[in-house]
Structure formats: C-alpha cells, structure tokens
C-alpha cells in the first residue's frame, strides 16, 4: 500500500458468486429516486404560492385605493352638506326672511291685533309680576 493513502474499511464481497456483483450494481442505481421531478415540484410549488400572494396583494391594494376614494367622496359631500345647511340657516334668519318679504311686496301688517289666548300665554320676562316663593314685594322699588 502506498504511503499517501489509508486505508478503509474493507467491503464484504458477497460469497454467491460472479453474478452477483453485476446484479448490485443496477439495484443500487434503482435504489436512489430521481431527484429532478421533486426539484421541479417544489420550485413550480414556490413560484405558484409567490404568484398567488402577489395577485392577492393587488387586490388588496385595489380595495384600498377604492376605499380611500370612496371616504374622500364622502367628506366632500360632507363639506357640501354643512355648506347648503349653513345657507338655509341664513336664509331662516329674520333680515334675511324681512328682505325677501319686501321683494316679494309684502310688509309687516301694523293693523291688525294680535289675540292672545289662554292656551298660549304671552311672553314674559321672568321677573315681571312675581316675586320668588317666600319673599314679599318691597314697595317704591319695584322688586
């Protein structure tokens, strides 16, 4: 034996005889499974789930973009709503609903009385008439 090698465990030689050695070695490369088709299964497996999340990310990024769109159509609206809300509280204020009244051709009517009845009492101030429950008037000053 040569001195740069060292030597191995020594194989077995099967004791069947010489056909025995042409028959191991064919079942020995039957043994070994190809490795291509399970290589090519788990990269296809890879690139399909790769190719599903990023449909699934697309899509939703679409409903984001829709959401968003859909919530700025509503503040707008929003903005609109207290505009037109803010325009009819002018419109109900009483110089303004005097002024339409003189374009139209109408005035206050001076001439006729109003009739207060006793279902609906005039309106008075707090003070006018009464004194708080256990106080008497002072007389001379108006209380």
Do not use: H
């Amino acid at each position: 034996m040569p001195q740069g090698r060292r030597g191995g465990p020594a194989r077995p030689v099967p004791v069947s005889g010489p056909a025995a050695p042409a028959q191991a070695a064919p079942a020995a490369r039957r043994a070994r499974a190809p490795r291509a088709p399970f290589v090519l299964l788990v990269v296809g497996l890879l690139c399909g789930g790769l190719v599903s999340l990023l449909l699934l990310n697309a899509v939703l990024a679409q409903d984001s973009f829709r959401a968003n769109g859909l919530r700025n159509e509503i503040n707008g609206l929003r903005i609109a709503k207290e505009g037109k809300k803010s325009a009819i509280m002018g419109l109900e204020m009483p110089a303004a609903v005097a002024k339409n009244n003189e374009y139209q051709g109408l005035g206050p009517d001076w001439d006729t009385a109003r009739v207060i009845t006793p279902d609906k009492p005039a309106s008075r101030a707090a003070s006018d008439g009464r004194t708080p429950a256990g106080q008497e008037r002072v007389p001379g000053t108006g209380q």
